[in-house]
């Protein structure tokens, strides 16, 4: 039995000891750490006993509860997820082949995820520009045309997180039954990268690519479940994955709010140390609280989903609440450090850029809260009528 606290020491001391002094290395590039850096990293994660740690030898995820312990850990350095192979999109991708995949599929495709020895993609999003599938998927343009004993898939999406440097992709397209779910092996001459997109964030393998899918065959016997299962297996995937990332991001702000304190407590200014400036404590005090509820918030949606629940609408709100209140956190770290929190110097910066993307990355806090409005109007009208 895998002691959890235990474990989780264990994931911070790693982290902290072994995976910071890495967040200098040249390897760390614009479209996230080099393939060589990846490869370094999930070695020593190894040796420590850390790979992949939600997941036990039997092949069964630890629960959400427990996950969140890990993975807030994983996460106090961006390269922590990558190291310990607990990062997207490769941990939601894990999450839906343990529960959707065959035996064989499971044997061909995720059992190298787990080991770390592979990256994977999830291609779904697709350029607006060509009025394709952003946070709405019902608009997907990508197309799935049964061939025999083969699905021939054209479209263009982007946004695909890793796709450059993956071996297995997880491909959404439309088929006269519905949505459908396809596994391919990557790279693949039909799955082309047309450019690796500059973002704001820069933690990611591979970066975040715009990929043209030109006639790729897929063998029938690749498909997730069956035709027109593509949304359904989707949701499978969507409440976990939204509350991995709160987790690990979480871990994130529990790390800028320590570099920030340490600056606060050391620097002084007017005759007095930062932290007894009340501009810059409150600042420290609203982030601590504002953490506390990252962490309340994640374990409610925990606890949802280890009941069986598909805490669609909890992890809605959780994601909105969750990378609102990291964003705010990350900005007084900043405001807090001054002209030095703007550098490169300090992994703050590097923090902030990552939370920014997180408001955006699984649905825009604007998509989501539109949803729950929805339901909130639909519920108000039905006990009315």
Request: proline fraction near 4%; include cysteine.
């Amino acid at each position: 039995m895998t002691n959890i606290d235990d474990l989780s020491s264990k994931i911070e001391t790693f982290v902290r000891d072994v995976v910071v002094p890495y967040e200098s290395d040249p390897r760390n590039e614009d479209h996230g750490p080099t393939e060589d850096l990846v490869v370094e990293l999930r070695d020593l994660a190894r040796k420590a006993g850390v790979m992949t740690p939600h997941i036990l030898k039997s092949g069964e995820h630890v629960s959400q509860r427990d996950t969140a312990s890990l993975l807030k850990k994983t996460g106090l350095s961006a390269l922590g997820s990558i190291a310990c192979n607990t990062a997207s999109p490769d941990e939601g991708n894990m999450f839906l082949l343990g529960k959707a995949a065959n035996e064989e599929q499971k044997s061909r495709y995720l059992e190298r995820l787990v080991t770390g020895h592979a990256r994977s993609a999830f291609f779904m999003t697709e350029p607006s520009s060509e009025g394709g599938a952003g946070s709405d998927p019902s608009m997907m343009k990508t197309t799935a045309v049964r061939d025999g004993n083969h699905w021939v898939i054209n479209g263009r999406k982007t946004f695909i997180t890793g796709a450059q440097g993956a071996e297995v992709g997880i491909i959404m397209a439309k088929a006269e039954e519905g949505a459908c779910l396809f596994l391919t092996e990557l790279p693949h001459p039909d799955v082309k990268i047309e450019r690796v997109l500059d973002t704001i964030d820069s933690s990611m393998p591979g970066g975040h690519s715009q990929v043209l899918i030109d006639n790729l065959r897929v063998p029938a016997d690749q498909m997730l479940g069956n035709p027109g299962d593509g949304f359904r297996l989707a949701q499978v995937r969507l409440a976990p994955a939204r509350l991995s990332h709160c987790m690990r991001w979480t871990g994130m702000g529990i790390r800028a709010q320590e570099i920030a304190t340490e600056y606060a407590c050391s620097r002084e200014g007017f005759g007095k140390l930062l932290v007894d400036h009340e501009g810059v404590g409150f600042m420290l005090a609203e982030n601590q609280i504002d953490l506390q509820q990252c962490e309340l918030m994640i374990d409610w949606v925990a606890d949802a989903l280890d009941r069986g629940e598909t805490a669609n609408v909890e992890s809605s709100m959780a994601k909105v609440a969750v990378s609102e209140a990291l964003f705010r956190v990350a900005d007084k770290c900043i405001q807090v450090m001054g002209g030095m929190g703007v550098t490169q110097d300090s992994m703050v910066e590097h923090f902030f850029r990552e939370i920014r993307a997180f408001r955006i990355y699984d649905g825009p806090t604007e998509v989501h809260k539109w949803s729950l409005a929805k339901k909130i109007k639909k519920k108000t009208l039905s006990a009315k009528s």
